[in-house]
C-alpha cells in the first residue's frame, strides 16, 4: 500500500513534536488548533491546510521546508524503485543520467546539446613528382 501524503506529513510532524518531548496539548495550544484535531494530523486521517501546516510548523519551532523535506524523502523511500536499466531508458537525453553501451561502458554519459566534432585529416603537400 502506497504512503499518502497526508500520512507522512502526519508522521513528520509527530516525529518532530515526539523528539522535542512536547505534548499534543503543547502544540496545539501554541498553533491555536484543537488537540484533537492535531492528533487526526499527525495520524493522517486529516490534511492539514498550507495555513494550519505553518502554523504548526511554528509551535514546533521548525521551519515547513525541514518537514516537507522530510515528507519528501519518506515518500521516495516508500515508492517501489524501478531498476536502473529502466530508469535510464526512461530519462531525457539531457538529464545527465548515464546510458550504457552495449559493453557497460559508463563512458556514454553526453547531454542532448554535446556535440562532437572530428577535426578533418591533416593536409599533405603534394610532392613534386
Known sequence: M???LREA??????RTRVSQSR???EVSS?????LGYLSEIERGRKEASSELLAAICD???VPLSDVLFDVSESL???APHRDRK??????PLDSGVAVHGPAGDPAARIAQDTRVVIPPPATRALAAA
Open 9 to 14: 506529513i502526519g508522521d513528520s510532524l509527530r
Open 76 to 78: 521516495a523511500d516508500a
Open 30 to 34: 501554541s498553533a491555536r488548533v484543537s
Open 86 to 91: 529502466d530508469a535510464a531508458a526512461a530519462a
Open 2 to 4: 502506497a504512503l499518502l
Open 23 to 25: 505534548t499534543l496539548r
Open 59 to 61: 509551535a514546533l519551532e
